[in-house]
């Protein structure tokens, strides 16, 4: 069976009242898009940000009119004018082949394994995980992610105690454990990324006496000063940069922090944030994402 797929343009103001109507009106899926290649990123906490001329694709089976739905989103953005969509004829296929074909087991520092639940386990003795799409952010095709990944997959030795700062789907602190940490603090703001996060240490048999989940609301979180070997952290520049003295505090004298989620035009920035505790690696740079890695000087109280 073909499908219907109606392209909208549209300024942010007006995104929400049409997604509910395309909703209402049968749309099967509904997708937002940058309509100028507008970057978004780090919004205020609490907030839902799009940009300011969003583009709204949304799906529908061969028997919507997609005249009356038109007519029906004219009539709801009235006063303003439906200026420009599109209308296409999408073949049938197999979506549920197409979403796991997207997702392969991949291998980072030819040490360590993460591969979806439909995809058949490595045949291999090194580490290995399962990790699937979902709400919470990390599967490690995401360049930051997978820079983190080779990192802790060169660098972390066994018994190590490493904190995993904004954990995400919980793919950093699980890998952290599965290369031989003794203890992972893994901390996020987003209940649904704690909640992600033990539901995956769960289907890879993580010992959860190592795994310490923490929600980090208007307040840092507890957590011991110096405690860490290793804190990695893949969230955000301005975050990282707001963040720098509390993080320090829990990294040992020699310990490592590894910093992600940062645009190359950023590093620069949070390097110098940190640079009163920390001795920097050069960065690593993937796709206009870089890594920083530094170690922290030898300090006595």
Known sequence: MPWQKLTLYLPSHLIEPVDDLLNETGALSVTLESAQEEELFEPPLGTTPLWQQTCIKSLFTPDVDISQVLIQVSQAIAPYQLAHHSLETLPDQDWQKVCTDSFQAICFADKLWVYPSWSEPPATDKPSMILDPGLAFGTGSHPTTALCLKWLAQHI???????????GSGILAIAALKLGASQVWAVDNDPQAIEATLENAHRNGINLTQLHTLLATTTPPTIAK???????????ANPLISLAAFLENKVKSGGHIVLSGILSNQAEAVKQAYAPWFKFSPPEIEEDWVRLCAVKIWLTD
């Not at 030795?157 to 954990?167: R, S, T």
């Not at 110096?226 to 955000?236: F, K, P, S």
């Open 157 to 167: 030795q066994p018994g190590q105690q490493v904190i995993d700062y904004g954990c």
């Open 226 to 236: 110096g405690c860490a070997d290793v804190l990695i952290a893949n969230i955000l």
